[in-house]
C-alpha cells in the first residue's frame, strides 16, 4: 500500500525541532514525519511503509484504522453524534458500559462498576489510588520495583524508573517499593511482603494497597507467574490491603486473554485499563472497582475530559471485533510463532540472549551487552522499516509489542528483520 503525496511540498522536520518542546521523545528514535497507517504499517509522507511492532505503546492493538471500528466511527460522526459529553448520560456510554459488562466481565465472573477517570492511563491509576487510600484510610502503597504506572504525581510516585522520578522536582513519596519475582529469581518476594507487613518493626506503613502489571511493559515484560498472582491475592487478604492490576499496557487482549491477569483465576479490587480499550488509538481510560469499593463521592474524582464519544463508539467496536474475530486465540495462536522463531534462532546467533512473553508481547533481553548493542537494533530495524521499542533497566530489553491483528506474513517478515538486525548489532560490536 503506498501513499500518493498531493502535497506540493513534505513537511520539513524543522517545525518540531524549532517550536516543539524540548520534552518531544519517540520522534527523535523515528525522525520521519508520518502521515498514514493501516493495519500494521505506518506509512511516511514519502510513502515509506514501516512494520509497527510499537503499536503506539500499546494503544492499537486491533490495527491502525481498523475497518469495522473506522466505519463505526464515520458513522456516528456523519449523524450529528455528540462529541464532547463531559459525564453526562449519553448513548455511546450506555452502550460501551453495557457492552463492556455484558461481553466481557459478567460472563467472566467479574464484577465492578465502570468508573472514567481522564483519557489517559495516568488519569486511571490516580483514581485508583484515591480510591485505595480512601477505602483504607492509609496512604502508603506497595508497588513493584520496575513497574511503570504513569507520569504524573501520584502515578509517578509509584513508577520506579529513576530518570521518569527525577522530573518530578518533588519529593515522591507514600509508596514501598518490592522486589519483583522476575528480576529477583532466588528470592521468595512473597515470602519478604509477607514478613514487612507482619514485623512491626519492618519500618514500612501498613498499605492501602499493592499496586501490578502481570506483565511489565515498560520495566521490561517481566511476568509474574499464576502462582505469585495468587499468593499475592492472598496476602492482599491477609494484610486487608486491595489489588490493583495495571491493566493499562497488557490488557485488551495483548497477552491472549482480555486481561493479563485471567490466567491466574484471580479477581483483583482494582484494574486500570486505558491505550487499546478506546479502540483505535482513541483517548479512553477506565478504572474498574468492586462495588463494595466504589467509595468516590459525586465530582470528587472529575475531569472535563472523561466524556470523549468516540472513544466509547470506537472502545465498543473494539470489543464486538475482540469477540467476533477471536482476538484472544489468535493473539495466542501468533504468540506461539513469536515464541517458536525466537527458539529457533536466538540461541544460534548467541547463547547470552534471553527472551520471554505472552500472547503478543514479548522482550528479547540483552542485559549480557552494553546498552549500545540494544540501540543499535533498534536503529538497525528501523533503518529496514520495523519500528519497535525499547525498555526495562537501562534499555536492553528490545520490544515486540504488534498489532494484534497483524497477519502471519507480515509478523515473519518483521521477526526476520529483528534477527538480522541482531547479528548485524553484535557483528559489528
Ligand atoms: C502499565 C502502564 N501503566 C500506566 C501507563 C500510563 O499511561 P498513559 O501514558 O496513557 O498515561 C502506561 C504507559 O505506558 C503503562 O504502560
Known amino acids: 500500500m503506498g501513499l500518493e503525496n498531493t502535497n506540493d511540498v513534505l513537511m520539513k522536520s524543522t517545525v518540531f525541532e524549532n517550536f516543539e518542546s524540548n520534552v518531544r521523545s519517540y520522534c527523535r528514535k523515528y525522525p520521519v514525519i508520518f ?15 514501516f512494520i509497527d511492532f510499537l503499536c503506539g505503546a500499546g494503544s492499537c492493538n486491533y490495527g491502525h484504522n481498523n475497518d469495522y471500528i473506522k466505519d463505526k466511527v464515520i458513522e456516528y460522526l ?34 465492578y462498576k465502570v468508573l472514567f477517570p481522564g ?22 502503597i506497595l508497588a513493584l520495583m520496575g513497574g511503570f504506572h504513569g507520569m504524573s504525581l501520584g502515578a509517578l510516585s509509584l ?34 511482603i509477607d514478613l514487612i507487613l507482619t514485623d512491626d518493626h519492618s519500618g514500612v506503613d501498613k498499605p492501602a494497597a499493592i499496586i501490578l502489571e502481570s506483565v511489565q511493559g515498560e520495566g521490561g515484560i517481566n511476568i509474574v507467574s499464576n502462582e505469585w498472582l495468587k499468593a499475592i491475592r492472598a496476602l492482599c487478604d491477609k494484610h486487608d490491603m486491595l489489588l490493583i492490576l495495571d491493566e493499562i499496557q497488557s490488557g485488551c487482549g495483548r497477552t491472549g486473554s482480555f486481561f493479563s491477569f485471567e490466567r491466574a483465576g484471580i479477581k483483583p479490587d482494582i484494574v486500570v485499563m486505558a491505550k487499546s480499550i478506546g479502540g483505535i488509538g482513541m483517548p479512553c481510560a477506565i478504572t474498574l472497582v468492586k462495588p463494595e469499593y ?76 552494553p546498552p549500545a548493542i540494544a540501540q543499535k537494533i533498534r536503529c538497525i530495524c528501523y533503518d529496514n522499516n520495523v ?41 559489528t560490536n
Open 35 to 49: 502521515a498514514k497507517a493501516k493495519g500494521s504499517l505506518l506509512i511516511d509522507q514519502n510513502g515509506n511503509e
Open 159 to 192: 513508577t520506579a524508573d529513576r530518570f521518569a522520578r527525577e522530573g518530578a522536582g518533588v519529593v515522591l513519596g507514600n509508596v514501598t517499593h518490592v522486589p519483583h519475582p522476575a528480576t529477583m529469581k532466588d528470592f521468595d518476594t512473597i515470602a519478604y
Open 387 to 427: 519500528i519497535l521499542e525499547l525498555c526495562g533497566r537501562e534499555d536492553t530489553v528490545v520490544k515486540l509489542l504488534p498489532p494484534l491483528t497483524i497477519d502471519d506474513a507480515m509478523l515473519n517478515k518483521g521477526l526476520e528483520v529483528v534477527r538480522k538486525a541482531i547479528i548485524q548489532a553484535l557483528s
Open 119 to 140: 483519557p489517559t492511563g495516568t488519569n486511571a491509576v490516580e483514581a485508583a489510588l484515591k480510591i485505595a487510600r480512601k477505602v483504607k484510610g492509609r496512604s502508603n
Open 294 to 369: 466504589d467509595v468516590l463521592a459525586p465530582g470528587e474524582h472529575n475531569g472535563t475530559f472523561r466524556g470523549f464519544q468516540l472513544s466509547f463508539v470506537a472502545g465498543k467496536a473494539a470489543l464486538e471485533y475482540l469477540l467476533a474475530e477471536n482476538v484472544e486465540a489468535e493473539t495466542v495462536r501468533k504468540g506461539k510463532i513469536v515464541n517458536e522463531f525466537l527458539a529457533a534462532n536466538l540461541p544460534k546467533i548467541a547463547s547470552d540472549i534471553t527472551y520471554r512473553g505472552l500472547g503478543l508481547m514479548w522482550g528479547i533481553d540483552f542485559g549480557k551487552y
Open 78 to 111: 456523519q449523524n450529528d453524534g455528540l462529541i464532547h459529553g463531559l459525564d453526562m448520560y449519553t448513548i455511546p456510554k450506555g452502550e460501551f458500559i453495557e457492552c463492556l459488562q455484558n461481553t466481557i466481565l459478567i460472563p467472566r465472573g467479574y464484577d
